[in-house]
């Protein structure tokens, strides 16, 4: 069974600029959440899909969205990027929403903000 | 903002030997706790989900407790060798409406031949 993909694996913006990171979950799992990684702050949570709905978002502020397709697909994007967002982003997959699923992590996407 | 520490931060320890290190969540609204095992240049694995006080949880030669009343956990590794060496992450969820998972800053753990 084909792991989560992330696209594109590394990506350079400057900052003011948009981004726009994909994720495809496990084939069957229908909850993606995202996460930001950098070095202070660990694994932060981003927001939770299921069903295309945003079920849940963590502590960060409005430039940060994202969405769900039907097909479970997820895309998140951040608008008027800043230097502090350059970061490493996790998608994780799991078959349903809520805290006790077994969660799979894509590789992640490297963004740079200069 | 939910707290999750866990210690030490980093540890080396000699091929063979066992090894252990802990996480703490708050013991209040508890409702699941994950350990994650991250090595350099791959992604997160789930090795364990734990929901009940007293768990207790074993892959092979790892192994993990619960104790939510008092709000830790520990992983265990008995005979270490050198592919273990990793970030173990805990993360604490805490059911409902919670902001999804909370995650440790993790122990990195190297192995020593």
């Known amino acids: 069974k084909a792991g989560v993909t992330q696209t594109p694996r590394y990506l350079i913006k400057t900052r003011g600029q948009q981004v726009t990171l994909s994720c495809s979950p496990i084939s069957g799992h229908r909850s993606v959440s995202w996460y930001q990684q950098t070095p202070g702050q660990g694994l932060q949570f981003?927001?939770?899909y299921f069903?295309?709905?945003q079920r849940n978002k963590g502590n960060f502020p409005g430039r940060f969205s994202g969405r769900q397709f039907s097909n479970s697909r997820s895309e998140m994007n951040v608008s008027t990027l800043e230097l502090g967002d350059s970061a490493l982003y996790l998608c994780a997959s799991s078959l349903y929403p809520g805290?006790?699923?077994?969660?799979?992590?894509?590789?992640?996407?490297r963004l740079t903000v200069t | 903002?939910?707290?999750?520490?866990?210690s030490p931060q980093s540890l080396h320890v000699q091929e063979g030997d066992s090894t252990n290190f802990t996480c703490s969540f708050p013991s209040s609204n508890f409702y699941a706790l994950h350990w994650y095992r991250w090595e350099t240049a791959k992604s997160p694995e789930a090795l364990f989900v734990m929901t009940l006080n007293g768990d207790e949880k074993k892959k092979g030669r790892i192994s993990a407790t619960l104790n939510t009343k008092e709000g830790y956990s520990y992983l265990y590794i008995k005979g270490s060798q050198?592919?273990?060496?990793?970030?173990?992450?805990?993360?604490?969820?805490?059911?409902?409406?919670a902001d999804g998972l909370t995650f440790g800053k993790g122990t990195h753990l190297i192995i020593q031949p």
């Open chain 1, 46 to 48: 981003l927001f939770e």
């Open chain 1, 51 to 53: 069903s295309e709905t």
């Open chain 1, 99 to 109: 805290g006790r699923q077994e969660q799979y992590f894509g590789p992640g996407t």
């Open chain 2, 1 to 6: 903002i939910l707290n999750v520490e866990q």
């Open chain 2, 82 to 97: 050198p592919e273990d060496s990793a970030t173990y992450l805990c993360a604490f969820h805490s059911g409902g409406g």
